[in-house]
């Protein structure tokens, strides 16, 4: 029991991991209908940024308190993710308007390389460290109920409660701000949202700028535990399925769709994966998520926008 | 001023429906293989060979099979690594077990069964489009990365699933030079490039494309969308599981499941994109360009002085820009500059 609880709990705090990133691509897709392949590239530059500035700008200033630099690192780091957010908007969605969205998917496609090379370029490709104090050691809990208690990383639940934060924060940023509703305006018709004088243009780098955020926390946090490097980008492709599952349009969602894949993840890595030969971490996400597309293609909490072929 | 049809009549619908109606193309082609079947193989560097030639073809095969799927039935697959590793995969089973087994069977063989996988995987096609369907394409990568790499019967019991093909021989002739894999390989590429051709310009690629370019449209005259797909998902993976045999036998002679990840299959999507998206010409164009960047990019880098680290990078960083610029400035890839270029060669020097 103790360990079937502490499978559950890793489950669930990779679940939370994962849906950060998931939450990045739902946001990109309510406001624009862009499938955001390059999310995963997003959080590996985010971070990379990051790591870098943390230890560039304290040196480069002379800062010795490591509160003050890490705070610095991260506005540099958000000042870079809305240069990137511009841009993107600027040099590619803008000139595929009313395009397909295949086409759209593989632009992103596009940027993510673009990304990863560059990020690489300019801040190097070594492993790099993220420390913002997050408490590493272990912890335990029902130590009454179970000999030995249920084993928990600090780390990853300061992670989950952020996650639980910033879903917070961002349904609230939708429901009750001017720019949400502007938001979620143009999610659900960009010409008529146009119409009564939404601007576009504006709105894409907004939403992109905080999907460009939601890829720092991301990335702070998975960087943190992982360290900085290119198998980050690829996190995001376990996000997929996630956003599959929870629904394209739906934040809650994405956070529900990360809890059941990292607990299925989890579970049935020891449960079943054992029998058949292991590692069925890497596709069982994904099969999951076919099995639900067949059945029900929306995902649990998505609008019924899917055309049925 | 060459490249003219001034008083090429056609007198037959045969005449006129050929694959190269233009007298000049049919000479261009015929020289050009000619080169590539006699010239090549008499002057190239064995280097050239081993290098870009060989993966060229190879390749462009793989890409040719994408972009049936892709480009003329508008279905996005990010799985062909997938199906690439199950030809491979298979035709070395068929290989390794049945004593005797013709090595031109074994790779038709590899190819048939990457069929079936990818009927199978293409059967959610049927309900769902566009991004989902990417979705359960990767499902597709995934699932074989892990099955090549953790189920023991498929590699003969080989530790991490890496499998060694040795003494290639057809029709009692060895396949071990160069320049004999070059020619084996070329073979395959026309055999299966005239047949591609052949089949998007009948009934069956006009049904892929007709659904491609609007499904509904399509199903309400008379074309049913099951069976348009799932050739569509045939044909295109016969042709891939084939290029991923070759590639495992005739390139690599032992492979291992990471020679068919994830980045294989977007290297070949990049392809079709570049290339041009639903040409034939465009899969060889595309084929042509992505294995020849990164070693120029190399050359470049050892002339001017960074190092490959950098360079690959780089690599990263154009193939992105360049997948942006092609899709929006040119959809259709190299293949529509190639054919604008002829048009304009058609008027020279006199447009008007």
């Known amino acids: ?309 | 001023m060459l490249y003219r049809e001034n008083g090429q009549f056609k007198t037959s619908y045969r005449a006129d429906q050929q694959v190269f109606p233009i007298a000049q193309d049919r000479i261009a082609i015929g020289l050009l293989l000619a080169f590539a079947i006699v010239v090549v193989p008499a002057v190239a560097p064995e280097y050239l060979f081993r290098a870009i030639l060989i993966p060229f073809l190879i390749l462009s095969l793989a890409a040719l099979g994408l972009n049936i799927l892709v480009g003329y039935c508008g279905q996005i697959s990010l799985g062909t690594g997938a199906f690439m590793a199950v030809g491979a995969y298979a035709a070395y089973n068929f290989q390794a077990r049945i004593e005797g087994m013709p090595l031109l069977a074994s790779l038709l063989l590899g190819g048939v069964c990457a069929t079936a996988v990818g009927v199978l995987f293409g059967i959610p096609s049927l309900r769902i489009k566009g991004l989902y369907l990417a979705v359960a394409t990767l499902a597709a990568q995934f699932f074989t990365d892990w099955a090549f790499l953790r189920i023991k019967w498929f590699t003969n019991d080989s530790a991490s699933g890496s499998v060694t093909v040795a003494g290639l021989k057809v029709l009692g002739q060895p396949i071990e030079t160069p320049v004999q894999k070059y020619l084996f390989c070329l073979g395959f590429l026309i055999v299966f490039a005239a047949l591609a051709k052949n089949l998007v310009r009948g009934h069956i690629g006009r049904e892929w494309m007709a659904i491609r370019d609007m499904d509904v449209a399509a199903a309400v005259i008379g074309i049913r969308p099951v069976y348009a797909k799932l050739t569509a998902f045939a044909v295109s993976s016969f042709i891939v599981g084939v290029a991923g045999a070759l590639w495992g036998f005739v390139h690599l002679g032992s492979w291992e499941p990471a020679a068919f990840s994830i980045d294989r299959s977007f290297q070949l999507l990049f392809m079709v994109i570049i290339g041009g998206l639903g040409s034939i010409m465009g899969s060889f164009f595309g084929a042509a360009f992505i294995v020849m960047l990164p070693i120029a990019l190399d050359l470049l880098g050892v002339t001017v002085g960074f190092d490959t680290a950098l360079a690959s990078h780089l690599t990263f960083m154009i193939f992105g820009a360049l997948i942006v610029f092609f899709l929006i400035v040119e959809p259709h890839g190299l293949a529509r500059l190639w054919s604008i270029g002829k048009e304009k060669l058609r008027l020279w020097p006199f447009p008007h």
């Not at chain 1, 910033?166 to 349904?171: E, F, I, T």
């Not at chain 1, 946090?221 to 980008?233: D, H, N, P």
């Open chain 1, 1 to 309: 029991m103790g360990f079937f609880l502490e499978t559950l709990f890793g489950g669930l705090m990779a679940g939370m991991l994962y849906s950060l990133i998931a939450l990045g691509f739902v946001l990109i897709f309510k406001a624009s209908g862009v499938f955001n392949f390059a999310q995963g590239a997003m959080v590996l530059f985010a971070a990379l940024a990051m790591a870098r500035f943390a230890e560039w700008i304290p040196k480069g200033l002379g800062i010795e308190s490591k509160i003050v630099g890490n705070l610095l690192a991260f506005a540099a780091a958000m000042l870079v993710m809305i240069a990137v957010a511009w841009l993107v908007e600027k040099l590619v969605l803008g000139k595929l308007v009313n395009q397909e969205g295949i086409t759209l998917l593989m632009a992103t496609l596009g940027i993510a390389y673009f990304l990863d090379g560059f990020g690489q370029t300019i801040f190097g490709s070594d492993i790099y460290k993220i420390d913002v104090g997050l408490p590493k050691d272990p912890m335990f809990l029902f130590e009454s109920v179970f000999p030995g208690g249920v084993l928990i990383g600090k780390e990853d639940l300061y992670a989950a409660v952020i996650a639980a934060a910033l879903v917070a924060a961002l349904s609230l940023f939708f429901q009750k701000t001017a720019t949400g509703r502007a938001l979620r305006a143009v999610a659900d018709d960009h010409q008529a949202a146009q119409s009564i004088g939404i601007p576009l243009n504006r709105i894409w780098v907004i939403v992109w700028s905080v999907a460009g955020f939601v890829a720092l926390v991301a990335g702070i946090i998975w960087g943190s535990k992982l360290g900085v490097q290119f198998s980050l980008s690829l996190v995001a492709l376990k996000a997929l399925p996630v956003v599959i599952l929870g629904g394209l349009t739906s934040v809650p969602g994405a956070i529900i769709g990360g809890l059941i894949i990292g607990v299925g993840e989890k579970l049935s890595e020891v449960y079943i994966g054992s029998k058949i030969g292991g590692g069925i971490e890497i596709w069982f996400a994904y099969v999951l998520a076919l099995l639900f597309l067949l059945v029900r293609p929306q995902g649990l909490f998505g609008e019924k926008i899917i055309d049925r072929v």
